[in-house]
């Protein structure tokens, strides 16, 4: 076994927190000795969120075995999916923060499925995967992630599971999305479709994606942990590692 050193493009202060959190939670747990120490486990979680790496590899580099490393990751990535903003906080906030509008987006984790299981086959992008519903603001700061839904399941539908058109309403807040959500009605507005549109409405269309495509790169945060750039482990547990890195961009987007 040949061992090197890394670096991880993440601040002190988020190995931090993270290292909080994970302290906290065994100071209420039974107190057993554990393999690794808070520090440490914090460390081979951000590495997992953060480079993808399997938990082969990872008992390898801090020493413990797979099954330890797995126990601990998901441990943690629990614990900070859990301090996730719930919908109706997260919009609150919006609101108090004076946002001129919201937006929403769909995006797909790729998951490593055969073409058997059709559930989670996504027709838009012609992958398997999950879906999750992504509120952003007009800069891209991710506001709210939703949990994880079958590929298969339209943007249209997930946003009547998740309740968000009667959320999003009682803001009063604008929200622009994509055609894919053409049907929704208030608070969403979305694209004209069609061919052969005449130039007013075109023009609408170009402005209407000028101010959504900084909040639909937000999902492009996601993709910066490399474990949700095609997903290996159980697919339901894409709600819960979006959620957890969410917790983290904003850690890091504080620290700095």
């Known amino acids: 076994m040949l061992l090197y050193r890394a670096s991880l493009p993440l601040s002190r202060s988020t190995l931090k927190y993270v290292t909080g959190v994970v302290r906290r939670h065994r100071a209420r747990l039974d107190g057993k000795d554990r393999a690794l120490p808070p520090g440490m486990q914090a460390l ?3 590495v997992y969120l953060r480079k993808g790496e399997t938990f ?5 580099g801090f020493g413990v075995s797979t099954t330890t490393a797995w126990r601990y990751v998901n441990e ?3 614990l900070l999916a859990a301090r996730s903003p719930k919908l109706a906080q997260a919009l609150r906030k919006a609101v108090e923060d004076g946002l001129l509008y919201l937006v929403l987006d769909g995006t797909l984790i790729p998951i490593d499925r055969v073409a058997a299981d059709r559930p989670f086959y996504s027709g838009k992008h012609r992958k398997h995967g999950m879906n999750l519903q992504v509120i952003a603001t007009p800069s891209g700061e991710i506001v709210w992630v939703s949990g994880a839904l079958p590929g298969a399941v339209h943007d249209l539908k997930a946003t009547r599971i998740w309740g968000l058109l009667r959320a999003l309403e009682a803001t009063g ?3 622009l999305a994509d055609k894919g ?4 009605g208030e608070p969403l507005f979305t694209p004209y479709k069609g061919r052969n549109k005449p130039e007013h409405l075109k023009n609408a269309n170009r402005s209407h994606a000028r101010l959504r495509s900084p909040g639909e790169r937000a999902n492009a945060q996601f993709k910066s942990g490399r474990i949700l750039r095609k997903l290996r482990c159980c697919p339901h547990r894409a709600g819960h590692l979006a959620k957890a890195i969410h917790v983290l961009q904003a850690r890091e987007t504080h620290a700095n």
């Not at 082969?56 to 390898?60: I, K, S, T």
């Open 44 to 46: 081979m979680v951000l």
């Open 56 to 60: 082969a590899e990872l008992g390898a």
């Open 181 to 184: 959500y053409n049907g929704a």
């Open 173 to 175: 807040l604008l929200v």
């Open 76 to 78: 943690t990535v629990e």
